[in-house]
C-alpha cells in the first residue's frame, strides 16, 4: 500500500505497544519511519522487524524529555531521511497512586514524559514542517483524560495533550499542518498488563473486567489504535484538525 510513500514519520515510545504497533502499520503503506524510543535496543528490535518485513525504518534512542536530545534527533532524522512530514507522540508512562500517596517525582515524572515531551517534539519537528508548508502531528492522549482514580498526574497530562493539540492545530494550521489527538481506552499493552499487576489483578481478570465495562465487550489491540492514528496522518483526513478522537469500543 502506498499511502504514505515519500512520506518521513517519526513515532516515539515505538519500542512496543501502540508505537510500534503504529510504526509498523506506517512503514506497512509506504512511510520511511524513525522508530524512537528510550531504548535503543527495543527501538532497534521494533525497526528490525519492519525492515524484515520489506519497510524503511532506522531506530534512535532519545529522552524525549530532553530539549538538546529532541532537536539532534530530530535532525538526524531528517538528515537520513531528507524530511518530516509526520510526527506521532506516542511516548507515556504510568506512576499511579491516590493523590495523598503521589509523591512529587511521580508526578513531575508523568507529566514530563506524557505532556512535556509533546511540546518539545512538536517544537522541534514544525521547523521543519513549516518550511515544507506540510505536516501531520497525532499525539496520544487517554481516556483517563475525563478522570482516573489514581491517576491525577496521568489524567491532567493526556487532558493537557487535549488543549495542546487544539492550541497547535490554530496555530500551525495556516502553514499546511494538522495537529490530532486520539484517545484509546482500554488497550492490551503492557502498560496495561503492569497496571493489573500492581491493583493485585491477574492480566486476564483485568482484561475481563474492563471488557465488560465496555459496549463492544472486549479490550482494545494496539492495531486499532494505529489504524486511526494512521488516517489522521494520512491526506484523506486533510481537512480534520484540532480533533481528539476516542477509541474506547464506545464505553462513556
Not at 32 to 49: C, I, N, Q, S, W
Request: aromatic share 6%; charged share 20%.
Amino acid at each position: 500500500m502506498t499511502r504514505f510513500r515519500n512520506r518521513t514519520a517519526i513515532v516515539t515510545g515505538a519500542g512496543q505497544g501502540i508505537g510500534a504497533a503504529t510504526a509498523a502499520l506506517l512503514a506497512e503503506q509506504g512511510a520511511r519511519v524513525a522508530v524512537v524510543d528510550l531504548r535503543t535496543d527495543r527501538a532497534e528490535a521494533v525497526a528490525r522487524e519492519i525492515r524484515d518485513a520489506g519497510g524503511v525504518a532506522a531506530a534512535f534512542g532519545c529522552d524525549v524529555t530532553d530539549e538538546a536530545a529532541v532537536t539532534e534527533t530530530t535532525g538526524r532524522v531528517v538528515e537520513e531521511f531528507g524530511g518530516l512530514d509526520i510526527l506521532v507522540n506516542n511516548a507515556g508512562i504510568t506512576r499511579d497512586n491516590l493523590l495523598f500517596k503521589m509523591g512529587r517525582d511521580d508526578w513531575d515524572s508523568v507529566l514530563a514524559t506524557n505532556l512535556t515531551s509533546v511540546y518539545l517534539c512538536c517544537r522541534a519537528a514544525q521547523k521543519y514542517m513549516v518550511e515544507a508548508r506540510y505536516g501531520r502531528i497525532v499525539s496520544l492522549s487517554s481516556r483517563s483524560a475525563l478522570g482516573a482514580r489514581g491517576q491525577a498526574n496521568y489524567a491532567a497530562a493526556k487532558a493537557g495533550i487535549q488543549g495542546l493539540t487544539a492550541t497547535l492545530a490554530i496555530e500551525l494550521g495556516p502553514f499546511g499542518i494538522n495537529v490530532n489527538a486520539v484517545a484509546p481506552g482500554y488497550i492490551a499493552t503492557a502498560m496495561t498488563a503492569a497496571t493489573a499487576l500492581r491493583v493485585g489483578s491477574t492480566v486476564e481478570d483485568h482484561q475481563e473486567r474492563a471488557a465488560q465495562a465496555t459496549p463492544l465487550r472486549r479490550v482494545g489491540q494496539p492495531r486499532e489504535v494505529a489504524s486511526v492514528i494512521a488516517f489522521l496522518a494520512s491526506d484523506e483526513a486533510s481537512y480534520v484538525s484540532g480533533q481528539t478522537l476516542y477509541v474506547n469500543g464506545g464505553a462513556r
